[in-house]
């Protein structure tokens, strides 16, 4: 809703003749500097931060006679659920121009109509927060912790406004900014040139720690970027220098994918930790910055490596979802939950990057990256949600999944698999089948850059806006001229992004000297066991597990296997394994307080396990050798 209108303001403004004079250009401009209405103006001030509150003082000047709908978000670009942000308001005030009262009719939750207001209005409000993410708001002794859709009211029409935000220090506090705003001459008054940019900047107000770098870009030496990493932290200094150091080893090998940066428009790209005891754990990804927050600290090296995987992702992002949009987000609806079918790309392949960039850049070690590669594969493969639906369907799940909240219970362990971890998993098999194919001439990498260049660089007239989103369609053009094979392209659409195939993951990572195998190749088992204490069920069993297809459900107890009490998981698992898989077997179970008995058949043990061919002993050919070195292998 709200970039639309900015995109219509660029294409008229390249529309201008060209031919034009001189003179006459500079009397338009001139003319149009006069007219353009002054910003909206936001003061933000901190009375009692211990208390959780901030106020809010927003001026919408230069306004046309009609009413003024004045809006608090229930969206936040990132976020793919609905938030009520209106729901911590205190208290809100509305005035008219030279402080006269106004009409104002409350049309919604988060939505005012102000009318007679001759030409201005201004808002007071209140608004309490306590939560350190990035969604919402945390004001407290040490810092205001601001989202900005959680923060700032806005005004429909205002769109392409400019607006400018002055904080004021709580009392005594030595308080600085960090944020993608761009700055003034004022460290405490930033601007930005429209809402959608202005939404778009989290800020940081605290006494955080400052480190800065620099990196020259690849294609344009001459084009050096600087990376702010603004840390509000309660750690040592060594624990931070290391962490700055890993930050900017993330930073140098994630540019060689793209070719090159992004044109960040203030010329930086800001790093904004909360590492605090009172922090939830979450990362949020932003057009020039990027909210990392997470109950860890960084002096231990294992708490470190745990917070540079979100480091990763989200610097993934200030490319892919940022600047390579899919249609579907774009323009983004600040009042409604935004639903896209392309998640399985925009943060699955950005998830398969976080950890391909710490193992390029040498910050894990391989068993660990195959460890998980184990799980994301497993997590697909096995789940029962790709019974249900496709990666694009799960995609569409994300306003009920992510960081929603609902009292009623849901089913998603077996209706719902994250697209995170399904768009991770295709990442990886287009990756490898990529290489198969094209015998190493074209890789995973080669397609991100095609879709930076094709969609992602340029059109960067209008900060905040993507000129040019990619449609479902596009994607798989673009994978299509890659790969030199429009079949190939078709077919891998087909089956693992429309369908719900999954990708021959042995055979393609063995092109490494990789082997994926079964932990216990020929055991039998039960599945996942969902007993609580005792050998009461406390979840839905899986969909198509032994227990569920034996009619098991959530609150049975099992009391004895194949004639045997049984009183613990393990017990279970014991007598379960000594069976086949295929055997069928009695099991006892009590519900409702009467003693029940039925038949259950033994599945194999479908647990997996990815490990380096040279750990069993094997040796790799130099043909694995070096796709191991082109995969996995640094590109600095
Ligand atoms: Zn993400």
């Keep these: 809703m709200i970039p639309r209108g900015a995109g219509r303001v660029a294409r008229g403004r390249s529309e201008v003749p060209f031919p034009a004079i001189a003179a006459a250009l500079c009397l338009l401009v001139s003319t149009l500097a006069a007219q353009a209405p002054r910003p909206v103006e936001y003061r933000l001030s901190f009375p009692a931060p211990q208390h959780h509150w901030l106020a809010v003082d927003v001026r919408f000047p230069d306004l046309e006679d009609a009413p003024l709908h004045v809006r608090m978000s229930s969206a ?8 009520e942000f209106a729901k911590n308001l205190i208290e809100i005030a509305f005035t008219g121009a030279g402080g006269a009262p ?39 002794a040490t810092h205001a912790h601001m989202n900005a859709p959680a923060t700032l009211l806005w005004a429909e029409g205002l769109e ?3 607006a400018r935000v ?19 001459g004022d460290p405490l008054t930033w601007t930005a040139p429209n809402l959608a940019y202005l939404l778009d ?23 050096r970027p600087t990376f702010r990493v603004a840390v509000h932290h309660a750690g040592s200094e060594a624990g931070l220098a290391a962490y700055v150091a890993a930050v900017e080893s993330v930073v140098r090998e994630t540019v060689p994918i793209f070719g090159e940066f992004p044109r960040f428009e203030t010329g930086a790209y800001t790093f904004i930790a ?18 990392l927050t997470a109950n860890a600290g960084l002096d231990s090296p294992g708490s470190r490596t745990r917070l540079l995987g979100s480091v990763a992702h989200e610097f993934v992002h200030a490319w892919n979802v940022e600047r390579i949009r899919p249609r579907s987000l774009e323009p983004f609806d600040f009042t409604a939950a935004n639903v896209s079918g392309d998640l399985w790309l925009a943060e699955g392949f950005t998830n398969y990057y976080g950890a391909l960039i710490l193992q390029r850049a040498g910050l894990v070690g391989l068993a660990a990256t195959l460890d998980r590669f184990a799980r994301v594969i497993s997590t697909v493969t096995n789940g029962p949600g790709r019974r249900l639906r496709s990666v694009v369907e799960m995609s569409r799940m994300a306003p009920f999944t992510d960081a929603a909240t609902a009292i009623d219970p849901t089913n998603f362990r077996n209706t719902f698999i994250s697209y995170y971890v399904w768009g991770e998993a295709i990442g990886l098999g287009l990756d490898l089948a990529l290489r198969e194919r094209t015998g190493g001439r074209a890789t995973l990498d080669d397609y991100m850059r095609a879709l930076w260049q094709e969609f992602g660089r340029g059109g960067d007239d209008v900060p905040g806006v993507v000129a040019r989103p990619y449609t479902p369609a596009d994607a798989e053009a673009v994978l299509a001229r890659v790969a030199g094979d429009a079949a190939f392209a078709r077919d891998f ?90 055997d069928r077997v009695r099991l006892g179970f009590r519900r409702l307080g009467r003693n029940m008995e039925t038949t259950v058949t033994l599945a194999a ?16 050919s130099p043909a694995q050798q070096a796709f191991r070195r082109s995969w996995l292998g640094s590109r600095q």
């Design 493 to 582: 659409f087909a089956r693992y992004i429309d369908g719900r195939e999954v990708p021959d993951y042995a055979r393609l990572l063995r092109q490494a000297g990789i082997l994926l195998r079964p932990v216990a190749p020929g055991r039998a088992s039960l599945g996942a066991l969902p007993l609580g204490g005792g050998m009461r069920v406390v979840r839905s069993t899986a969909y198509g597990s032994p227990l569920h297809t034996a009619g098991i459900g959530r609150d049975d107890t099992i009391t004895s296997f194949d004639g045997r009490r049984v009183a613990s998981a393990s017990d279970l698992r014991r007598l379960s394994g000594s069976k086949r898989p295929g």
């Design 160 to 162: 392409e406004r400019a």
């Design 201 to 223: 900047s989290p800020i940081e107000f605290s006494d955080f720690a400052l480190r800065t770098f620099t990196v020259p870009d690849p294609a344009d030496p001459a084009y």
């Design 605 to 620: 043990d479908d647990r997996i396990e990815i490990v380096p061919a040279e750990s069993t002993g094997a040796s790799l």
């Design 102 to 140: 106004v009409q104002v009719d409350r049309r919604g939750p988060a939505h005012w109509e102000v009318a007679g207001h001759g030409g201005t209005v201004r808002v007071r409000y209140r608004l309490f927060g306590d939560r350190v993410d990035g969604t919402y708001l945390a004001v407290d």
């Design 76 to 83: 936040s670009p990132g976020r793919y659920a609905r938030h």
């Design 166 to 184: 002055t904080l004021a220090r709580p009392e005594g506090a030595d308080w600085n900014v960090a944020t993608q705003l761009f700055p003034t």
């Design 274 to 291: 909360d590492y605090l005891p009172a922090a939830s754990g979450d990362a949020m990804e932003h057009r020039n910055s990027t909210v």
